[in-house]
């Protein structure tokens, strides 16, 4: 299994990025990446990224909830940022993404969680509650889902092909096709500073194929979660952008299903697919008032 790890000076001077890194060796050898800001004893948000992005997606939205009394815990998944890089495709699953991130999360630590996810931040992140619920005080979920076997919607399925057949893969460009915010250059650069080499990309290539929608060895998982998550009675948020042409919609598969999510606090941000770019106050305000309804909000 190679393994690829971005030199550190590809992320010299990013733009709005002034983060510590903070590193948690697995134990099959591979390192995660993850920001650990505000105090440690503080309720924490952890904030969990997708596909092709990284942690730093989510540089607007610290500053707000750390500003707010929490602690922001924010990790990039094996493949991503300046967590390790596996260089074949055929080194990555949605279990073996499942299994590193349970790892990760069991050795930092982290309890009494409020998790905030969008697109894989969710696939995994859901799966997370759905192992561990008594970890979690609430959920705020944008843009995403914990699909199981359904047929895949036309937008996305236009996408599993580019990522399969395209002979480029331009990741900035991608954040910011699916992104209503004008990024700077340096903000495009900063999306692709993980990933200088075809191979580091292999991670970001394989993801959309990983989706379980259709038939899909990872079913059986998702509906075992589902059973999980159909009785998850603690705050259950959806905050869904209304310009994202693959999730929109798809709070309607949460609302009702998910005992938790039957309050008020839902609510529909302003942006396309990665909504931490286009409406991070909004997504802020989502997780504080769902912070608020756990009962955890800092003293």
């Known amino acids: ?71 922001a815990v924010a990790p990039d998944l094996i493949g991503f940022g300046k967590s390790d890089k596996l260089t074949s495709k ?14 990760w999360f069991e050795a930092v630590g982290l309890n009494n969680v409020i998790l905030a996810c969008q697109d894989w931040g969710s696939l995994i992140g859901l799966r997370l509650v759905a192992a561990m619920p008594d970890r979690f005080a609430g959920v705020v979920l944008s843009n995403g889902g914990l699909p199981a076997g359904q047929e895949a919607p036309k937008a996305f399925a236009a996408w599993r092909r580019f990522a399969r057949y395209s002979p480029i893969f331009p990741i900035g460009g991608i954040l910011q096709r699916a992104t209503k915010t004008e990024l700077s250059d340096a903000e495009v650069a900063a999306y692709d500073a993980p990933f200088p ?28 979660a589902w059973e999980v998550l159909e009785r998850f009675d603690k705050p259950f948020t959806c905050a869904f952008s209304d310009g994202d042409p693959i999730t929109r919609g798809g709070e309607a598969n949460f609302i009702g299903r998910v005992p938790g999510s039957n309050h008020r606090l839902h609510r529909t941000l302003r942006g396309g697919h990665f909504i931490q770019e286009d409406d991070p106050q909004g997504f802020v ?10 009962g955890i909000a800092p003293g």
């Open 197 to 224: 080499t075809r191979a580091s990309k292999a991670g970001a290539r394989i993801f959309p194929q990983l989706v379980p929608l259709g038939e899909n060895v990872a079913v059986p998982d998702q509906l075992a």
């Open 1 to 71: 299994m190679a393994v690829y790890r971005t030199p550190d000076e590809r992320f010299a001077n990013l733009p709005d990025f002034p983060f510590a890194p903070h590193y948690c060796e697995l134990s099959g050898g591979l390192r995660v990446h993850y920001l650990d800001e505000g105090p440690t004893d503080a309720p924490t948000v952890l904030m969990m990224h997708g596909e092709p992005s990284w942690c730093f997606l989510y540089r607007k939205m610290i500053p707000l909830v750390v500003a707010a009394g929490y602690r």
């Open 285 to 294: 305000e989502a997780i504080i008032d769902t912070a608020k309804a756990a």
């Open 90 to 103: 055929s080194d990555y699953s949605y279990a073996g993404h499942f299994a590193w991130m349970r790892e």
